[in-house]
Every structure is written in structure tokens, then in C-alpha cells.
């Protein structure tokens, strides 16, 4: 079990038994999201999961069950305390999505509390574990203690086809002369995404979702030196004095290629042979 605060002791002493009955066979409870991740702050939420192999039946006594939990969970906000529910997720699902993303076949859920979808493996590998007799979340987590190498490779695939894509794209740079802002806004938050994913497989690092990622880039050893100041400074360009919008977004994709370029010369000089196997998977000018 992992160490938790003082201060959440009573809230899992409430709300563990109560998220346990809501599945049936092997089951295991924990806290993801930030707690899961150690990135927590005040302001963060405490999101409970319940991995079962099968949820409770009939629908009417899960209901039942559901419902002594968002009553804890009410009385806890009176308090103060903000609790995101408890998740139930059966095993037998999560097993084959979690082979699949060994296998360098997984994908994202389109979820829509998710900006760029719902990774599976950073929320079975990042969890503040309360209860798991049955060595469910162990047992997962010992699959993901070696970074896969073949979802490395697909990651490295899938992004660096992105980046280099749009690295030479006319219309890109014809948007820019436009200042087609709505356009120019969503491409750089995925380029961006884009620079992201790849900073994190070549440091084995599992994406850990939405939030905190400048801050677990900040730690990696193959990372462009400055790269959050300079991403902020991408996402969000300043004007200055006199200059117009039309400067200001060239100069956002100014600083955004050269960013590029910064994260391509980390991945020419990765040092493993297969790294550099996938430089060559899609050479700058194509794009197919």
C-alpha cells in the first residue's frame, strides 16, 4: 500500500468499504488522478477506483450501493472535501487494453473530460494504492515497470509523423499569413501535444494525461534546455508595443518550428539503434 496524508486517513477509512461492495470477486480500491501521479495541491479532487472482476449485481443493488457513496461523498464536501466518485472499472477489459499497449497497438479513449483522450496505462501505473489483496494493481504495475519498447516505437511513429508533417506544410504557413486564429490556436496545442509525447518515450516516462505535463518534462534528461518557458511563450504570444496579431502569430510559428527542430536533433541522437530505425519510418518531405 501506498503512503497517503494524515489528513485523507478518515476520508479512506469512510469511503473504502463502501467502494468495495460496489464490485464482486477480486477487487482492488485506490486514488488516481494527482494523488495517483504525487502532483496533488491543495486545490486537487480525490478520484476513488474500484477494479473488480465484475461489477455488483443486479443494477438495482449496484444502485443501492452507489448511493451510501455519494452520500459519504456529500457529507465530505460539507467538509470541505472534494471527491470525483469512485470509478468502477472491471479487470478483464483493462488486461486486454493493457496488452494491446505493450504491443505498441493502444490508443486513447475519447473520453469527454479529456483534452487528448484517456491513456490507460498512466492510471493503472500512477495509483495511491488503499486496498489490493488480490495483487491486481501489483500485477499490473510489474508489467509496466520496463517502459514497453514496442509502444515506445509507436508513440515515436505516430508523433514524429505529425511534427514533420507540419513542419513543411504550405498551408500551415498560409494560415499563418491569414492569421486564421481558430486554426492557428488548435494546431499548436497539437503540435505541441505532439512534442510532448514524444519528450516522454524517449524518456520512459508514462504520459500521465492532461495536467503536469511541463512539470514531469522538467526532469527528463532528453528534453530542449527551457522547453516550458518556451512553450508557454508559444502557446501564448505576447504583443508587444506596436507590433500586429500578423506579427505576433508569425512569431509563434516561428519559435514552434524551431522548437520542432530542438526535439528532432534529441531523437537523431537517441541513443538506441531502433530509434533510429524510426527517424527513417518517415523522412522530413514525407508525409503519405
Known sequence: MADYPDELQPVIAELLPLCRVLGEGKRAVSIGGSYGKGTFDGSSDLDFRLFCERKLEPPEAFEEAYARVQAAIDR???????????????????????EAWIDGQGQPDDIVW?????????DVYNQMVIDDPDGILSGWRTKLDVYPPKMKLAILERHLKSIRYWRHDYHYRHKVERGDVVFLAG???KLVHDLIQILFALNETYYPGDG????????????????????????????????????????????????????????????????????????????G
Open 76 to 98: 465530505w464536501a460539507e467538509k470541505g472535501v472534494t471527491i470525483d466518485g469512485c470509478w468502477v472499472r472491471t479487470t478483464g477489459p483493462i488486461d486486454e487494453t493493457l
Open 212 to 287: 503536469n505535463n511541463l512539470e514531469f518534462v522538467a526532469d527528463f534528461d532528453l528534453a530542449p534546455e527551457g522547453f516550458a518557458d518556451k512553450v508557454e511563450d508559444i502557446l501564448y504570444p505576447s504583443r508587444d508595443g506596436e507590433e500586429t496579431a500578423g506579427a505576433a502569430q508569425q512569431a509563434q510559428y516561428d519559435r514552434l518550428m524551431a522548437l520542432i527542430d530542438e526535439v528532432e536533433e534529441i531523437v537523431a541522437k537517441a541513443p538506441l539503434d531502433k530509434l533510429r530505425e524510426v527517424t527513417m519510418i518517415f523522412p522530413s518531405g514525407d508525409y
Open 187 to 189: 494546431l499548436t496545442s
Open 114 to 122: 479529456t483534452i487528448w483522450g484517456y491513456y490507460l496505462l498512466t
